[in-house]
């Protein structure tokens, strides 16, 4: 990679992950993407668990 070309694809086997700037930005970045989306999927899960309880005759929360 040349200085001043710029990424054609955010994917991580096309980052040059050996220029800092870039390491430090996208691992930051995949870090943040990856607490969000598991927090989402526990969210969800934990969401679809309740219902079905709840369907079974798990009882009413009110």
Request: net charge negative; proline share 6%; glycine share 12%.
């Amino acid at each position: 990679m040349l200085h001043g070309e710029t990424i054609q694809s955010p994917l991580p086997m096309d980052i040059p992950w050996w220029m800092p700037d870039h390491f430090v930005f996208f691992g930051v970045l995949y870090a943040v993407l990856f607490v969000l989306f598991a927090g989402l999927g526990y969210v969800m899960v934990k969401s679809a668990s309740q219902a079905a309880q709840d369907c079974q005759g798990g009882g009413s929360h009110h």
